[in-house]
């Protein structure tokens, strides 16, 4: 098949396959495929594709989990011309239902059974919805559009241009002498933008992309154990699963990494410090929202920079930052402002959310030539040799494990219960555990309302925007500026509990109750945690939830997902569930 003229993204990605047709170009736990052999897949799928009518500037949702089918599907899609839009086949129906509609997309690739990873993969047509506007854009190029957490309360749509992806991958290669040599392990989320560098730069420099199991990438052990099975030199971390990496004694064994990369959260020196003193890896800081395709700013730490904090870099090629002053001028050196980024790398907007679009890509008449900026709505400064230094935010936006979360969405959805009046949604940080604590002001208190209001919000979230407790307060605290007082929040505040219902022992799951609880005691260290111990409360977090899921599936032969583990809370609501 002839590639589309405008294609550069497609004909950047093929030319590793024409140039090293015998080199292994993707590996699992128990596969290896040439590029010959992956090509032929890919070729294959591309087929099915076109059969169904699927052409250049369609529209097509992947639903599918990380695996060598999903690789095939994603390349055929780039070669094709066509945009993916991925979705996690676990997040809930509600979000995975905005998604489809809001984008309006034409064909949806998933499992015919969502629940059997062997179930037959299969192309269908989309529902297109009849709101105003055409299901293939006009204008550039687009490689994917990816939701994010929005202002508004719903999920929003960025579309990315084909050429701005083509770009960065390659300034990434030649900046970071990626070549045939360069073996990447791809567990990222499709659902998360730096997926997208992680899983296709192998592809362009001829290397190897090595993938994770998708459902054990969070765990620490085991992604130590996939650097040294597939003498990995090239991998990426957000700061929190970095420092849990750190904290394993193996992680001293991955001789074998060159390039280290951290995104999603600020890189703290501290942290820097305990990478260096256990690995020679070069280590990269890397800048970039979801708008501005992956990453815009990059910094590679040195000594030096450990006595001091640790900046988020310098633009990429094509890319223009600025740091604009409350009177949108240029600020000075060492002044706090807004980071404002243009060039190639800003999207073409977003999906159905034009009032957010005219607020966030503006063009800035005060700078040089007018241009269009993306607001990022980070606080930064530069200082005198040119350096971004990341200083915070403007809005309630904040990270929690690298994802970026807007608390207003969050907030909306809990205001939507009949008890709730009004909603606070904050992040309480202690040391490596980052929590989201939700605070309501209520007009009545009902029997169960900690789980009607777990259940709303499990139901419409995924799981990394899940509140871990939820108190009552009288009134929502202001300070002298009229702000949400968060500090008075946590003392005012009366925590809500799960309802303890009597229920009767049932002797048939005694058995399953012992073994999950010991895999719960061992998993969080602590020998005192009961049948009805909270799982935040004993500390746990999303890996955690992960590493017990595992057990679980390994020791009962039962699979149980890491969202159940976070839905259900303690060991007797897990075994009751199962029996």
């Not at 179930?119 to 709101?131: C, P, Y």
């Not at 202002?151 to 241009?161: F, L, R, W």
């Not at 605290?477 to 500090?487: E, G, Q, V, W």
Request: aromatic share 8%; proline share 4%.
């Amino acid at each position: 098949m002839e590639l589309h003229m405008d294609n550069k993204l497609g004909a950047l990605i093929l030319n590793s396959f024409q140039k090293y047709p015998e080199r292994i170009a993707l590996e699992t736990e128990f596969s290896k495929l040439t590029y010959k052999e992956l090509l032929s897949e890919v070729n294959e799928v591309l087929r099915l594709l076109i059969s169904k009518n699927v052409t250049y500037g369609s529209k097509v949702i992947v639903e599918l989990k990380r695996g060598p089918e999903c690789i095939y599907y994603i390349l055929a899609l780039i070669k094709l011309g066509a945009i993916y839009i991925p979705i996690d086949p676990d997040h809930p129906e509600i979000r995975k239902s905005f998604i489809k509609e809001d984008v309006n997309a034409e064909f949806i690739i998933s499992k015919k059974n969502s629940l059997d990873e062997k179930a037959i993969t299969e192309i269908r047509k989309a529902k297109i919805s009849h709101r105003t506007g055409k299901a293939a854009e006009a204008g550039p190029q687009l490689a994917y559009i990816l939701y994010t957490s929005g202002t508004t309360g719903k999920p929003k749509g960025v579309k990315i241009k084909a050429s701005a992806v083509a770009s960065l991958l390659n300034w990434m290669t030649k900046t970071y002498g990626f070549d045939t040599e360069t073996r990447i392990l791809n567990k990222t989320a499709l659902t998360f933008d730096a997926s997208v560098w992680e899983m296709l730069i192998p592809f362009i420099c001829g290397g190897t992309l090595c993938l994770a199991d998708p459902d054990k990438d969070i765990i620490p052990n085991y992604l130590i154990e996939m650097i040294l099975r597939f003498n990995i030199n090239t991998v990426q971390f957000v700061p929190a699963m970095l420092r849990k990496v750190l904290n394993e004694p193996a992680f001293k064994q991955c001789r074998s990494l060159k390039n280290v990369f951290v995104g999603g959260e600020i890189l703290t020196n501290e942290l820097a410090k305990a990478f260096f003193s256990a690995s020679k890896a070069a280590l990269h800081n890397l800048y970039g929202p979801t708008e501005t395709t992956i990453q815009v700013l990059t910094h590679t730490v040195t000594k030096a920079d450990l006595l001091n904090d640790i900046p988020v870099g310098r633009p990429v090629s094509g890319v223009q930052a600025y740091i604009l002053s409350q009177n949108e001028n240029e600020a000075a050196v060492d002044e706090i402002g807004e980071l404002c980024i243009s060039g190639i790398a800003l999207a073409e907007g977003y999906i159905s959310c034009e009032s957010e679009e005219r607020k966030r890509f503006v063009f800035i008449e005060t700078l040089p030539d007018s241009p269009r900026v993306y607001r990022t709505g980070d606080l930064a400064y530069r200082n005198i040799v040119g350096d971004i230094f990341f200083c915070g935010r403007l809005d309630e936006q904040i990270k929690i494990n690298g994802y970026r979360v807007d608390l207003n969405e969050i907030e909306a959805v809990l205001n939507t219960h009949h008890a709730v009046d009004s909603v606070v949604v904050s992040k309480e940080s202690n040391g490596d555990l980052n929590r989201l604590i939700a605070f309501l002001k209520c007009n009545k208190t009902e029997d169960a309302l900690f789980e009607q209001l777990t259940d709303q919000i499990q139901n419409t979230l995924p799981h990394y925007m899940w509140p871990a407790d939820y108190y009552i307060v009288d009134e929502i605290p202001l300070t002298a500026h009229a702000k949400t007082d968060r500090k008075t929040l946590f003392e005012k505040g009366k925590k809500i509990k799960l309802t303890q219902r009597d229920k009767p022992e049932s002797n048939k799951n005694t058995k399953l109750k012992k073994s999950i609880l010991h895999i719960w005691q061992d998993t969080l260290n602590n020998k005192e945690i009961g049948l009805d111990s909270d799982f935040y409360s004993c500390g746990g977090n999303s890996v955690e939830a992960m590493i017990i899921a595992m057990k679980i599936r390994e020791q009962e032969g039962i699979n149980f997902s890491l969202e159940e583990i976070l839905r259900f809370r303690n060991v007797r609501n897990i075994a009751d569930s199962i029996s």
